[in-house]
């Protein structure tokens, strides 16, 4: 491969995804089962119990986990559903609060009255079962140092029972921590929205009900957007992914009839 | 969200920032250079100082520090301060005659970690061995399809664990096809894996793009040139 065939394919590729950028090109997308049954789940959750969402991810994969964020709190707060949100990585909860407070804005729904940000939590297994055992107690103070108490959205969440939902919003494969020290043994409704590179991963836990829903990456993100009825960067980033697997496709084509020619060369130099 | 192109400060600051780093970062793509190296040493470094800030203030701080020494209802708790004693034994690993100490802690954390992945375990796979005993014959409420998937369950169990199966040599004929049958399987689960990861990967690089060129204005300045 000469310097310029590898800058080449880049500059392909950056076309290729530029153009839906550019020209707005957007297409709705078609819901799939892992979807809608989050969002069953989500609506199956009852007034008095509230939302976990964990945000287990950096500034790195937030084209893929922050629409997602996004449009689970758009439906949460469309619903009025109670939600805190929370992590077990020091920049997931900040980059939580941004679109929390975005949305907020738009649904009117200040802050402490139905969401609320629990920050960061140090551990994984330990804090888990002190989770289950009692939110309050482990977590004491919000992301800002306020106590719990005085926010009516904590009213009654005491311990796992009193969790309808816990969503991963994942990029660390942080999701087997909680499937084995806090839903699984306290039989609380678990999904993930992972990035795709998890995707295949999670299949074996949806097969055992151990998840009951999934956001495949940015097209999960966007067939949670149609859902909820709230288009935003999943609707715009799922085309330019479109266009790449489209791109890679004719780049494997066009490198399987350069060798085919290639082979055939060196054989017709060889009998020559 | 678009932002106006005009917009400077304090948004507009912090999006020229992103830009700047952005295209520091893409640069690698063309080749090595000092650019990039600067750009990716301040990204470890903010991204240490972060954590550590936010260690401080979210954790320690709150939960160690203030019921510690704090003066307040949840202040006084002394016995604390024991925490971080016990903390420093780690550290002992950097002298030879009290090396010993060290090895006292990480003990005792081996058999937390061993125990609670035990636990773990369970509660993670032991529903996914149930779940794989699935109905494998009609009249029982199933569809064809889910029929036919319980099928394609049990028989890519059954030949990719025969793959694994490195007890005694595979010399049998049966076992032998199972197990090349169970190597087939797995590369097209590998073949799946790696067009999640081809999209994750775009995903990102879409996002960085639509960042340089939506969030910035670019595309409506363009617009704007040619007149649309």
Redesign the interface.
Known sequence: MSFWTR?II?IV??VA??IP??TNWQVTPDIGLEARQLYAAVERVPADKIILINQQY?A?????N?PQTRALMAHMMQRGKRFAIIGLD??GP?LGQQIAEELAKKYHRPYGETWVNL????GT?AILKGLARDIPGTV??D?N?KPLSLFPVMKGVRTAKDVGLLIDVDSTSTY??W???FT??NQVPFAVAP???M??DIY??M????VVGMLK???GAAQYERLADAPG?GY??RM??FM??VT?ILLILVGNVQEIQRRRKVDAEGAA | MTRPLAAFWPDGAIMWAGVACTLAIFSL??KENPVYRFFEHLFIGL?TG??LS??WN??LR??WWEPMAGSGAEGGQWWLMFAFLLGLLYYTLYIRKLAWMSRLLIGVMMGVGAG?AF???V??YS??I??AFTPLLPGQGLSVFQLFNNWV?LLTLIAVMTYFFFAFEQQNKAVQKTAKAGRWLLMI?FG??F??????R?????????FL??DTGL?DA?RRLFGH
Do not use: C, D, W
Request: glycine residues 8%; aromatic residues 8%.
């Open positions: 800058r880049y590729f950056a995804l530029s950028l550019v950096e790195t994969t937030i084209a893929e922050g020091p920049v900040g920050g960061y939590n140090l297994a004491k103070k992301i140092g087997a921590v499937l084995a020290y699984q043994p990035t795709s590179v995707v295949s074996p836990f097969n055992s009900n151990q990456g940015i097209a960067q715009k980033n330019p992914v790449a697997h890679i | 793509l063309y991204a972060y954590a936010v260690t979210e954790i709150p939960k609670l636990q773990g375990f509660s993670t529903p996914q149930a779940a369950i689960s799946a894996i067009g999640q990861t081809v999209m994750a775009m995903a990102l690089a879409s996002g960085r793009l639509n060129l939506n595309t363009i």
